[in-house]
């Protein structure tokens, strides 16, 4: 079975300095991966995908994240954290759900805390 | 702007009272999703259409029940809500099973009294 594991609950990290949250994927095939973002009481907003490439993905609000296939991670980072990056972020890969359709299956998620 | 949209963003019912939420799109995506969210947890999916094919998870359970009279419309029916069933619902498109990536409604989140 397809899955993500995002070993930290919480992250905090000082505003200015560099940020990761951490992913690691357990998948079957080539991994298909996403980063999603969840501000309160909202829905989850797309920030960046993972198919095939190159390894660095940028994507939305200067967002990045470095595939490594070795030790099957996908992290997602920034330079230099805003206070208003605080969200729960949510790594997550596609599986197949059979029937020739897939789905998303997520992490559990993992707060950011950015402080002043 | 195209963009996915749920109504209402709160929702308050009673016990054992049935209760509809819904979602429509702009985007014209043939894939339609709703998942439940409680509280700081990950997003469970509940169900999918493609297109009029409706696709329930094993573990979902009877009590939900969905609808997609068209492309634009989803609705997801609770028969029975139970004090376990608040949680934020959210429905999400793409545009292919094959998932790049999603689109998400803001959420209803759902009291149960």
């Known amino acids: 079975a397809q899955s993500v594991a995002q070993p930290e609950d919480q992250v905090n990290v000082a505003e200015g300095n560099p940020l990761t949250v951490k992913c690691t994927y357990s998948v079957s095939g080539n991994p298909y991966l996403f980063w999603y973002v969840q501000y309160p009481n909202r829905g989850l907003q797309f920030l960046l995908k993972y198919i095939t490439g190159d390894n660095l993905v940028k994507g939305s609000y200067g967002f990045e994240a470095e595939f490594n296939k070795s030790q099957t991670s996908f992290h997602l980072k920034k330079p230099s954290a805003l206070v208003s990056d605080s969200a729960l972020y949510f790594c997550a890969v596609r599986a197949y759900s059979g029937a020739g359709s897939y789905q998303l299956t997520f992490g559990k998620g993992t707060k950011l805390s950015v402080i002043p | 702007d195209a963009m996915v949209i749920q109504n209402p963003r709160y929702q308050v019912t009673q016990f054992g009272k049935p209760v509809t939420l819904s979602c429509s799109q702009t985007?014209?995506?043939?894939?339609m999703y709703w998942y439940q969210q409680k509280s700081s947890q990950a997003p469970k999916l509940l169900f999918h259409y493609y297109d009029k094919d409706f696709n329930n998870e094993a573990d979902t359970p009877d009590n939900f029940q969905s609808r997609r009279p068209n492309t634009s419309f989803c609705f997801l029916d609770i028969r029975s809500p139970g004090l376990g069933d608040a949680a934020m619902y959210l429905c999400?498109?793409?545009?292919?099973?094959?998932?790049?990536?999603?689109?998400f409604g803001p959420g209803t989140r759902l009291t149960v009294t």
């Open positions: 999400a498109t793409s545009t292919t099973t094959s998932v790049r990536e999603q689109y």
């Open positions: 985007l014209n995506h043939n894939v």
